[in-house]
């Protein structure tokens, strides 16, 4: 059990996640107005390699991967970066919050992957927290698609790619320090990605044929990278001061910020439908996040204490 001088450590750095991590997404949005968004993902994962790599230097972690690590940190990187263009390409055309709000659907999508294909159980009052958290997605969704086309269902893409690679993460998890799986997940992206970028030069396809950048599109283009770094190292060590399940709830935090930095930032502020659907799936994730806890315990109370 975590001590309650560890938590708060661990709660303050998942805060710290929260707030920065909307900086990728407001760096993202900048730099797509002139540079592609599959270059923008590949700076991603480029800077972000680029600042992990001397850590995990200083840190003297091993580079060494057994097949199976190999294997896991491969599918890693092939979901995250589907996860990522996916949602630099929604943010490019809608505001932030609101494909966040979209994306937040990714808990009710681990759950529904973890009954059916890992035959984990999971109780009515759950499944039915799911179908509510997909119905306040669609009352964000249905305006979004009326404003902006096929573009409002890209973050629906980052949630189904986000939840396999959360399912990833907790199996490499136990094969890999924390630090090395982010340095070896940027590596693996850079690698996947520079060659699809260098083919596609001169294709002409809106989002994926390489530019050169300019001016200050250099800046959001390291912006997207030193925050992926930044946020995720918050939230790699928030993890290991405090149980996830007291972090979970904090989460929803991430909206809070991305609503203010959308509005200071580009003057977008959701409508009273994308409240409306923000809070039920707020609401319908807390209550998965209570509903597990619940189950948890339960648990533990049907094991039997050791004897001395």
Known sequence: MAQPDRILPGVAM??????????????????TDAIPAAQV?????????AVMVP???????????????LWLT?????????????????VHVMPIADALAIAFVEPFIILLVGKFFMAEQVGPRRLGAAVVGFGGALMVIQPSFAAYGLAALFPLGTAVSFAFYILITRQLSRLSHPIAMQTHTATFATVLLLPILWLSDGSAVDWLDPVWPQGIFWLWLVGVGVAAAVSHMFITYALQYAPSSTLAPLHYLEIVSAVALGYLVFGDFPDAMTWAGIVVICASGLYVIYRERVTLN????????LVH
């Open 14 to 31: 998942m805060i710290g996640f929260c707030a920065i991590a909307p900086l990728i997404d407001v760096c993202a949005k900048l730099a």
């Open 41 to 49: 993902t590949l700076a991603r994962f480029a800077v972000q390699g």
């Open 55 to 69: 850590i995990m230097l200083a840190l003297r972690l091993s580079w060494a991967l057994s097949r199976h690590a």
């Open 74 to 90: 491969f599918l890693r990187a092939l979901v995250l970066i589907a996860s990522t263009f996916t949602f630099i390409s929604a």
């Open 298 to 305: 339960a648990v533990r109370a049907t094991v039997p204490p």
